[in-house]
């Protein structure tokens, strides 16, 4: 199938009732196997054979046209629906100009108005008598029972109005889709189409697609690198905001990843390929981009079930008003046919309809443009409930780089020196601390010791010679099986395990020579962040950690936690999670989405760290933060809760707005004027009201 598998990008479509008959006769086509229509990012996937002008037929219903994926929209002027409109709009004009002059009968007149009709409603008529002919009643079929009521009853004049009006609509409800789905087509745009290579000693431009992995990007200074990749020569500052939505570029040297679409700003870079165009971390994103904005929320499940039953509703409200007021109140039949094809128009979903997927195509992309990837509308609705945050605590609230912070000589030894043995047992170790007292050596340069004769003792410490003399480094337990612990050193160990430091003691089997402590520095952002959450209304922020109940305490209270647990194994975090959810409700858990996969999965929101580049992360969490940071967390919050009252705005509003009009046919004053402009308008402002999610600043 994979063989046989096209995709294109879709102009016109702006209705999901559209989309779904769109795709319903695509997969009628005899040659097709199957096929997936993307509403939120205009996007059609076909698998087995079907050109362009069958494709086109089957939206021909609508005009919808199919272009390969990497097109170009044409300019907005040359829109199909904005000529029909300005034409539509043109010859009502006209048949104004001869109403006021030769009267509302004049056949030059009838004509004007009737040419208007036709022009601007040409594609909904064929739509809409089609549907009656089939008994299936949508908006386009509500429209054109109206238009043609009213001409039948005389009313030319409105129903050139209520056309281009409707037209008009059309028009606009097309340009506001396309400008909600801009995000997708920008983050489609940030990667290159080209690649500069080298070869031997030669260098030549190729299309990306045809870059192989171990290929040389040669990178200048200004450049956007276009391929995912490991600098193997040069060192710059690169850009990752397209990516991660940091803001400040990030030094980049040997043996560092970069990521296409990033752009390079200083010296000259070689980057070798490490994956192909499809497999890059922007294609990935954009995948899941859009297979998100694909994915139905809650709230547009309830309004695609709801607008089942309205339009019948809609339908048999009309019949009401046209045949209750003549029978048993003596009404004019002309006066309440009018008023039923009133109650028609403006009973039309489509405000409805677009409410919801318009915000959460919108949402999605903002979140996108700022480095947060939300995996579908039901994750950002999710978010926006969210009541507790959990966190693991290495990688997350810290920098997951232990180093060491005090360095304490007893004896006759000094910093230096009690460094020096240290790192130089330490030296064979791959452990992490083992890493930080290394890197501190390294800093104070007093690596000038060797150890012979290492022996590491698991989950307490190690022993060497050094200088002739054998020297042991480890946890205080290790030390307290050689010799006694007096209560000082006591003291000064309990001292700096409470301020959530891991001690490591360093001395002969006769006696201790020094206490070096070592901290996971915790990330500068993260108290800042945990304030910020709180001040959204969290109901408990809480630190899970596989570090010591002391060592942790003693970190949550410097952040600003309502809770730690603590002394955790990946399968108890998981746990803690289940208990969370049953005590306070919505839980959100934020991790690096590697040990942390079974806590990411079982929570109501899995959040990932760092996932530029972190497959796992990509992949395990519902949403990802695609920097290695906090700061786009409280953003992301943000960005769900307002994203859930502009969709509860929206519906109420869509809704209001139609029962005002529709109490106006009691005293008779509902027009075919009042009822397209309740339903163009309410259609307008729920768009409207959905791009304020584009804002960057929420």
């Known amino acids: 199938m994979e063989e046989n598998k096209q995709v294109y990008r879709l102009q016109g479509l702006s209705c999901t009732n559209c989309a779904a008959k769109f795709e319903e006769n695509i997969r009628n086509i005899k040659t097709v196997e199957d096929v997936q229509l993307n509403f939120g990012a205009a996007k059609l996937t076909v698998h087995g054979v079907a050109s362009v002008d069958q494709l086109e037929a089957a939206g ?148 990306v697609e045809d870059v192989q992995i171990g290929d040389i990007l040669i990178i200048k200074p200004g450049q956007k690198i276009a391929m995912d990749g490991e600098i193997v020569k040069g060192q710059s500052s690169v850009n990752q905001a397209a990516i991660t939505g940091e803001s400040i570029p990030v030094h980049k040297a040997s043996g560092d990843e970069v990521y296409a679409g990033t752009i390079n700003e200083e010296g000259s870079l070689e980057v070798r390929v490490t994956t192909r165009v499809a497999d890059t971390t922007i294609a990935k994103i954009i995948h899941l981009v859009e297979e998100a904005q694909a994915e139905r929320a809650p709230s547009q499940q ?81 978010a926006g409930h969210i009541d507790v945050v959990a966190f693991d605590k290495t990688g997350t609230l810290t920098k997951g780089k232990p180093e060491v912070t005090d360095i304490i000589p007893l004896a006759d030894k000094d910093e230096a020196d009690l460094i020096r043995i240290a790192s130089a047992i330490e030296e064979y170790s791959q452990h992490p601390l083992a890493s930080a007292i290394k890197r501190k050596a390294i800093r104070l340069q007093a690596v000038d010791y060797k150890a012979e004769n290492f022996l590491s003792y698991t989950g307490k410490g190690a022993k060497a010679t050094v200088q002739g003399t054998e020297y042991f480094i480890g946890n205080p337990a290790l030390f307290s099986e050689m010799l006694p612990i007096h209560a000082e050193l006591l003291e000064r160990t309990s001292q700096l395990q409470a301020e959530g430091k891991t001690v ?82 919505r839980v959100a858990m934020v991790g690096d989405g590697i040990n942390d996969a079974p806590a990411l999965a079982s929570a109501n929101v899995g959040i990932a760290m760092g996932g530029a580049g972190t497959d796992v992360a990509l ?37 209001a707005l139609k029962v005002l009009a529709l109490l106006l046919v009691i005293p008779g004053w509902l027009t075919l004027w009042i009822a397209i402009f309740a339903d163009m308008g309410a259609t307008l402002i729920v768009v409207l009201n959905s791009m304020r999610l584009m804002k960057k600043d929420l």
Not at 622 to 642: F, G, H, N, T, V
């Open 60 to 207: 021909a219903f609508d005009g919808i046209k199919v272009q390969p994926e990497w097109s170009n929209e044409p300019e907005r002027w040359k829109k199909r629906e904005t000529i029909t409109t300005f034409i539509s709009l043109l010859f009502t004009i006209v048949g104004y100009v001869f109403y006021f002059k030769m009267g509302e009968s004049h056949p030059i007149t009838i004509g004007a108005f009737l040419t208007a009709i036709l022009v601007g409603g040409l594609s909904l008529f064929k739509v809409g008598l089609n549907n009656l002919m089939k008994f299936e009643f949508d908006m386009k079929t509500l429209m054109t029972i109206a238009i043609i009521g009213a001409a039948i009853i005389g009313e030319w004049a409105e129903g050139a109005v209520v056309v281009f009006l409707f037209a008009l609509s059309e028009a606009l409800e097309s340009y506001s889709m396309n400008k909600a789905r801009q995000s997708i087509k920008s983050l489609m745009n940030i990667a290159p189409k080209k690649a500069t290579i080298r070869h031997g000693s030669q260098t030549m431009e190729i299309d």
């Open 504 to 585: 490591m003691l360093v001395g002969t089997a006769q006696e201790v020579i020094g206490i070096i402590g070592v901290a996971d520095q915790i990330r500068s952002v993260s108290r800042s962040i945990i304030q910020k959450l709180h001040q959204l209304g969290m109901k408990r922020t809480i630190m899970l950690t596989g570090d010591n109940q002391l060592t942790g305490e003693a970190i949550g209270s410097s952040l600003g936690l309502t809770e730690v647990k603590a002394e955790l194994l990946p399968e108890d975090k998981l746990t803690v999670i289940s208990r969370l959810k049953d005590r306070y409700g």
């Open 302 to 382: 309830f309004v695609d079930k709801f607008a089942k039953y309205y339009t019948p509703a809609i339908l048999f409200l009309s019949f009401l008003v046209v045949v209750i007021p003549p029978l048993f109140f003596d009404g004019e039949w002309s006066n309440w046919i009018y008023s039923g094809l009133a109650v028609l128009v403006v009973g039309c979903p489509c405000a409805l309809v677009v409410s919801t997927p318009v915000a959460i195509v919108t949402a999605i992309g903002n979140a996108a443009r700022n480095g947060v990837l939300i995996k579908g509308g039901i994750h950002l609705e999710e």
């Open 619 to 655: 992949e395990t969490a519902d949403i990802a933060l695609m920097a290695d940071d906090l700061e786009k967390l409280p953003y992301m919050i943000s960005l769900s809760r307002k994203t859930l009252t502009i969709i509860k705005q929206n519906i109420i509003f869509a809704l």
